[in-house]
């Protein structure tokens, strides 16, 4: 089947910690976003790639890194620098810039 | 003022209900529009997607587009029980990579 897999679904964090959501595709997308969901708020850009090896910082980008060293793979990891984490995660990822699908999110929670 | 405005809700109706779900915005830049559902704890799946002005049907399913008003609307016509999750506008201008989410609105259809 193809899609976007995201894991963990939940994830506890303690502060202070690092932790790396982890977002992988097979629809052979160029291009993959990451986007924070908080109540109220719709969802919030935080980095997307548009090829390996190069990435850019969207509308939230403090307190977090991204890679991109291969095409199916964003992984996304919020450092203790995000004084606000917890937060539904999604990974999204599209053909150019078009239709962007979306995988299942993680919950962080940090205690 | 957020670029994109959306009715959080809730709304609810009775199965078989004709169903409104608007959007406004402010970017005059904006051409492309589309509408998302999100069940609970699970990521947004695109449903429509439109381009500039006009309608859209697909189904149960009509997307609406007034550039002029800077207004956008879904209609669901015969509601069904499994309608019942968040609906998500979304938008972006010809080029750019960042989406515009506005905050859902959460529809329940009561059977």
């Known amino acids: 089947d193809g899609g976007i897999t995201q894991s963990p679904k939940y994830l506890f964090r303690k502060e202070g910690q690092n932790v790396t959501l982890s977002c992988e595709q097979n629809?052979?997308?160029?291009?993959m976003y990451w986007y924070r969901q908080d109540p109220g708020q719709g969802l919030r850009l935080i980095y997307y790639?548009?090829?390996?090896?190069?990435?850019q910082k969207g509308d939230i980008a403090e307190g977090y890194s991204v890679s991109r060293e291969k095409k199916e793979s964003f992984p996304l990891t919020v450092t203790s620098a995000q004084k606000n984490p917890t937060a539904f995660y999604l990974c999204?990822?599209?053909?150019?810039?078009?239709?962007?699908?979306f995988g299942p999110g993680t919950r962080l929670t940090v205690l | 003022q957020k670029e994109v405005e959306q009715d959080p809700g809730p709304l609810s109706v009775p199965e078989g209900a004709i169903v409104s779900l608007n959007c406004t915005y402010s970017?005059?830049?904006?051409?492309?529009f589309m509408w998302y559902r999100q069940y609970s704890r699970k990521g947004p799946e695109l449903l429509m997607y439109?381009?500039?002005?006009g309608n859209k049907e697909d189904g149960r399913f009509t997307a609406q587009v007034d550039k002029s008003s800077k207004y956008i609307s879904l209609f669901i016509r015969d509601s069904q029980p499994s309608d019942s999750a968040t609906y998500l506008c979304?938008?972006?201008?010809?080029?750019?990579?960042?989406?515009?989410f506005g905050t859902g609105t959460r529809l329940t259809v009561i059977p």
């Open positions: 999204a990822s599209s053909i150019g810039r078009v239709e962007q699908f």
């Open positions: 629809l052979n997308h160029d291009a």
């Open positions: 979304a938008m972006r201008e010809t080029g750019a990579n960042n989406l515009f």
């Open positions: 970017n005059s830049a904006f051409q492309y």
């Open positions: 790639s548009q090829i390996v090896n190069d990435f």
């Open positions: 439109t381009y500039s002005s």
